[in-house]
């Protein structure tokens, strides 16, 4: 079965860091496009990060968050990360794994970030 396991999310105060984790099974990540979404309550989910297939080597952030998060992976763990710097109040939210190919969603991990 295609699963999607986020953990790292937590409690940190305004201008802490967190790195959230994926653990992907039941496919190889090297060869998926892979995606960190978050929704915020009330709020529709919006796309933060991504990371392309490994034969194509490239990754984004959007302007949300450019130049604070990072997106990487480490295909023999099966694992993509999300690392968050210098966190915002506004950064709170669910954070959601994705794998593009058939829309595959992970349960997500709580982000919270206190002023």
């Known amino acids: 079965q295609v699963q999607l396991v986020e953990s790292g999310g937590g409690l940190v105060q305004a201008g802490g860091s967190l790195r959230l984790s994926c653990a992907a099974s039941?496919?190889?990540?090297?060869?998926?496009?892979m995606s960190w979404y978050r929704q915020a309550p009330g709020e529709e989910r919006e796309l933060v990060a991504q990371i392309s297939a490994s034969v194509r080597n490239w990754t984004s952030v959007e302007d949300s968050v450019k130049g604070r998060f990072i997106i990487s992976k480490d295909d023999a763990k099966n694992m993509v990360y999300l690392q968050m710097n210098s966190l915002k109040p506004e950064d709170t939210g669910v954070y959601y794994c994705h794998r593009n190919l058939g829309g595959v969603w992970g349960q997500g991990t709580q982000v919270t970030v206190s002023s």
């Open positions: 039941g496919f190889p990540i090297s060869t998926h496009h």
